[in-house]
T-cell receptor, first 111, second 111 residues
Framework: TQLLEQSPQFLSIQEGENLTVYCNSS?????LQWYRQEPGEGPVLLVT?????EVKKLKRLTFQFGDARKDSSLHITAAQPGDTGLYLC???????????FGAGTRLFVKA | ETGVTQSPTHLIKTRGQQVTLRCSSQ?????VSWYQQALGQGPQFIFQ???????GRGNFPPRFSGLQFPNYSSELNVNALELDDSALYLC??????????FGEGSRLTVL
């Protein structure tokens, strides 16, 4: 069974601070996605990483896929209150038919 | 706007009852996935339909069943409801890359 473990589970920081969220697995994934979910809504796709070692940037967010395609990280620079939400990593299994999710990291950015 | 709509948005049932949740998927996406998200957890994969046939299933009992129609819309049916079935049920249309585009979900409460 493929599992994705996210850490930390909860993070409360001040506006302007930097943070990193981790997503780890013992399994290899074809690709890995990061989603953000706000209360009462479905998850919204932020980015997909496919190649081992790949780094993608989305404004103040930097996403990295591990060389072995088993882990990923999300780094936010100068966090803002609008970044508050549940961040989910999700991996597409090597068979290519199932996407599994981590339990999420709940981020709260205080003004 | 993902183009994925779900209905109903909220509903309350009692133990033992049956429920049908509906999903209209984004145009052009022939694959739809269903997820269950309990409070404070990440989405759990229920099953996936491709061209009207189930082509992947998570660890859910047979009382969770589904359908996909020729226009790629979909239904999730749950029989003999239990209290633990209370959750947000998410439908997502799926790209071949594994990227998911979610609706806002149907929140089911079982009393």
């Amino acid at each position: 069974t493929q599992l994705l473990e996210q850490s930390p589970q909860f993070l409360s920081i001040q506006e302007g601070e930097n943070l990193t969220v981790y997503c780890n697995s013992s399994s290899v994934f074809s690709s890995l996605q990061w989603y953000r979910q706000e209360p009462g809504e479905g998850p919204v796709l932020l980015v997909t990483v496919v190649t081992g070692g790949e780094v993608k940037k989305l404004k103040r967010l930097t996403f990295q896929f591990g060389d072995a395609r088993k882990d990923s990280s999300l780094h936010i620079t100068a966090a803002q209150p609008g970044d508050t939400g549940l961040y989910l990593c999700a991996g597409l299994n090597t068979g290519g038919f199932k996407t599994i999710f981590g339990a999420g990291t709940r981020l709260f950015v205080k003004a | 706007e993902t183009g994925v709509t779900q209905s109903p948005t909220h509903l309350i049932k009692t133990r033992g009852q049956q429920v049908t949740l509906r999903c209209s998927s984004q145009s052009g996406h022939n694959t739809v996935s269903w997820y269950q998200q309990a409070l404070g957890q990440g989405p759990q994969f229920i099953f996936q339909y491709y061209r009207e046939e189930e082509n992947g299933r998570g660890n859910f009992p047979p009382r969770f069943s589904g359908l996909q129609f020729p226009n790629y819309s979909s239904e999730l049916n749950v029989n003999a409801l239990e209290l633990d079935d209370s959750a947000l049920y998410l439908c997502a249309s799926r790209e071949w890359t594994g990227e998911l585009f979610f609706g806002e979900g149907s929140r089911l409460t079982v009393l």
